[in-house]
């Protein structure tokens, strides 16, 4: 919800309102209490910067993320390239060729 400043047109009062972009604009001045008040044009909302980068993506909804990181996980399964697979085969394999190096010294030995 958005904040709006609004100016008295009587007692010349400004003040802001926190209230939804659907609300009707306030009349009711709070301070001299005439029905002169009107919503002033302002510059809107801006651009918040935070986190690691400023790209419009960096403030996704959590659902959207957990939603595009499954569909690069069905892309990477459809395509046969699956990172934890290969990550698995490349332990299996490092672990094997280690246990064949120490088993063959020991038979040096």
């Known amino acids: 919800m958005p904040t709006y400043d609004y100016r008295c ?3 010349d009062h400004a003040w802001e309102l926190f209230q939804s972009i659907t609300a009707k604009p306030v009349r ?3 301070e001299c209490g005439k029905l002169s008040a009107k919503r002033m044009i ?3 909302a801006g651009i918040i910067f935070k986190g690691s980068g ?3 993506t ?3 909804s959590d659902s959207y993320k957990k939603g595009a990181a499954a569909a690069k996980k069905s892309e990477e399964k459809a395509s046969g390239k699956s990172d ?3 990550a698995k085969k490349s332990k ?3 672990s094997k060729s280690s246990d064949s190096k120490s088993g063959d010294s ?3 030995d």
């Open 58 to 60: 960096d403030y996704r």
């Open 9 to 11: 047109q009587k007692c």
């Open 106 to 108: 020991k038979s040096g």
């Open 92 to 94: 299996s394999s490092d």
């Open 42 to 44: 302002g510059p809107g």
């Open 54 to 56: 400023f790209y419009q």
């Open 28 to 30: 009711k001045c709070p």
């Open 84 to 86: 934890s697979g290969d």
